[in-house]
C-alpha cells in the first residue's frame, strides 16, 4: 500500500486531455513539493515535474502539474501515442521520499 | 553526459546477501546526494534508501532498515547498496538515482541508471 495514491490506470484517445490524480495526507503531500515522473518499459524513469508544476527544460508544455491541499494532479494535453507509460508522483513524508503506487497510461 | 550503471544483481537464496554498485560518471559525484529505488515484478517504483553528498545523513524506507546498507566512495564515485537477510519480497530491479537541481531547486531523482535485477529465490 503506497502512501500517494494514483488511480491504477487512466486512458484517452489522441489529441484529449488527461489527468492523473495523486492524494496524500498532511504529513506529504500537504506540506512538501510534488513531483511526477514518467517510466516507459525498459528505460529509466524520466522526472516531468518539479516542485509542484514546474516542467525541467525538454519536457513539452502538454505536461502540466498542479496542487491544492493534500493532492496532487498531472494533466496530460494533446495526448500523443508515445505518452502511453506508467506515471508516478512522490514527495516527501518527514525526511523519507515517497512514491504514489504509479498510474498506467493507455492512448486508445 | 550524466551516466550511471549499477551492477551487481543475481539469483541469491532467501536469508543470503548481495551487494549492488552503481558507477557514476559525467558530473561531480561528490556533489551531489544519491538514492537506490526499486521496483518489483509488477509494482511501481519504491524508494529504498538515501545517502548525502559526503555520506553523513542516510535514511533507509523501513521495508529495508536494519537489513540493507546504502554507502559511498567519492572517491571512485561510486554508490553501493549492501543487503543482508533477502527476502522473496526484495526481489525487484534496483535503480541508482541522483537528486539534482533546476537553478536553486531541488530535483529529486533527476537521473536514474538502467537497473540491475535482484532475484530472490530458492
Known amino acids: 500500500q503506497s502512501v500517494l495514491t494514483q488511480p491504477p490506470s487512466a486512458s484517452g484517445t489522441p489529441g484529449q486531455r488527461v489527468t492523473i490524480s495523486c492524494s496524500g495526507s498532511?504529513?506529504?503531500?500537504?506540506?512538501?513539493?510534488v513531483y511526477w515522473y514518467q517510466h516507459l518499459p525498459g528505460t529509466a524513469p524520466k522526472v516531468l515535474i518539479y516542485?509542484?508544476?514546474q516542467r525541467p527544460s525538454g519536457v513539452p508544455d502538454r505536461f502540466s502539474g498542479s496542487k491544492s491541499g493534500t493532492s496532487a494532479s498531472l494533466a496530460i494535453s494533446g495526448l500523443r501515442s508515445e505518452d502511453e507509460a506508467d506515471y508516478y508522483c512522490a514527495s516527501w513524508d518527514d525526511s523519507l521520499k515517497v512514491f504514489g503506487g504509479g498510474t498506467k497510461l493507455t492512448v486508445l | 553526459e550524466v551516466q550511471l550503471v549499477e551492477s551487481g544483481g543475481g539469483l541469491v537464496q532467501p536469508g543470503g546477501s548481495l551487494r549492488l554498485s552503481c558507477a557514476a560518471s559525467g558530473f561531480t559525484f561528490d556533489n551531489y546526494e544519491m538514492n537506490w529505488v526499486r521496483q518489483a515484478p509488477g509494482k511501481g517504483l519504491e524508494w529504498v534508501a538515501y545517502?548525502?553528498?559526503?555520506?553523513?545523513?542516510?535514511y533507509y524506507a523501513d521495508s529495508v532498515k536494519g537489513r540493507f546498507t546504502i554507502s559511498r566512495d567519492n572517491a571512485k564515485d561510486s554508490l553501493f547498496l549492501q543487503m543482508h537477510s533477502l527476502r522473496a519480497e526484495d526481489t525487484a530491479v534496483y535503480y541508482c538515482?541522483?537528486?539534482?537541481?533546476?537553478?536553486?531547486?531541488?530535483?529529486?531523482?533527476?537521473?536514474w541508471g538502467q537497473g540491475t535485477l535482484v532475484t530472490v529465490s530458492s
Open positions: 498532511s504529513s506529504n503531500i500537504g506540506r512538501n513539493y
Open positions: 538515482a541522483r537528486d539534482g537541481s533546476v537553478t536553486e531547486w531541488l530535483v529529486p531523482f533527476d537521473h
Open positions: 545517502i548525502s553528498s559526503r555520506g553523513h545523513t542516510i
Open positions: 516542485r509542484d508544476n
